[in-house]
C-alpha cells in the first residue's frame, strides 16, 4: 500500500523544517489560509479554512509507513482531516493525503497577546519562495486572510522552533511584503 501524503500551506511548504520525502507542489481547493490563535498556542499561525470558491498552494510529502505520530505531534493544535478529492496534485489518484486544520470552534484572532512571529512567516515565505518563486509569495499573500494581525519581531532572537537563517534578498522580499500590507509590527520585549 503506497504512503499516505500531507498537503502543507504553511511552514511544512518549507522542506529545510522536515524530512518529509516525495515533496511536491499541489493546490487544495475549496479551502483559504487564515492567521488565527488557538487556547493550545501562545501565538497566532496558519490554518486552512473552508472557503468553497478558494484554492492555495502548497506542498504535499510522503508519511513513510502512515506513521503520522510525529507529524501530529508537530501540528498538535490541528486536527487531521482527509483532503483526498480537494487536493490537485501528480500522484495516482487513489493517493490519500490529508491537510491540518483548527477546528473553527478553536480559534480565535490573533491580538497584541498573541501575535504572529516573524520568524515562522520569514519561514512560510521562504518555503513559498523556494518552491514557487516570487509570484508564489505574492500568491501566499494575497490568499491569506488576518493579515491586520499584529507580527512580533523575534528576528534577532527566534521563537519559532524550526526557524531558518534568511538570506538578505529573502529578508528583504518578506520585509517588501510587510510594508506593503501595513502591517503592525511590534518589538520583542527585552
Given at each position: ?187 520583542a520585549p527585552a
Amino acid at each position: 500500500m503506497p504512503a499516505p501524503f500531507f498537503f502543507g500551506y504553511g511552514s511544512l511548504v518549507n522542506t529545510r523544517t522536515h524530512d518529509y520525502g516525495e515533496a511536491r507542489a499541489a493546490q487544495l481547493s475549496g479551502w483559504r489560509r487564515a492567521w488565527v490563535h488557538t487556547d493550545l498556542r501562545p501565538v497566532a499561525f496558519l490554518s486552512a479554512v473552508p472557503c468553497p470558491d478558494s484554492q492555495i498552494d502548497g506542498l504535499i510529502a510522503a508519511v513513510p509507513d502512515a506513521d503520522w505520530a510525529a507529524l501530529d505531534d508537530r501540528e498538535f493544535a490541528y486536527d487531521r482531516l482527509p483532503a483526498n478529492g480537494a487536493v490537485r496534485h501528480d500522484l495516482a489518484s487513489d493517493t490519500d493525503i490529508a491537510v491540518y486544520a483548527v477546528p473553527a470552534t478553536s480559534q480565535r484572532q490573533a491580538s497584541q497577546r498573541h501575535p504572529i512571529l516573524l520568524s515562522y512567516l520569514d519561514v512560510v515565505i521562504q518555503g513559498y519562495l523556494d518552491v514557487f518563486g516570487p509570484d508564489g509569495v505574492e500568491t501566499f499573500v494575497t490568499s491569506t486572510d488576518g493579515w491586520d494581525a499584529p507580527i512580533l519581531n523575534d528576528r534577532d532572537a527566534p521563537r519559532y522552533p524550526r526557524h531558518q537563517i534568511l538570506r538578505a534578498d529573502e529578508r528583504d522580499l518578506v520585509d517588501q511584503h510587510l510594508r506593503a500590507l501595513g502591517v503592525d509590527l511590534i518589538a520583542a520585549p527585552a
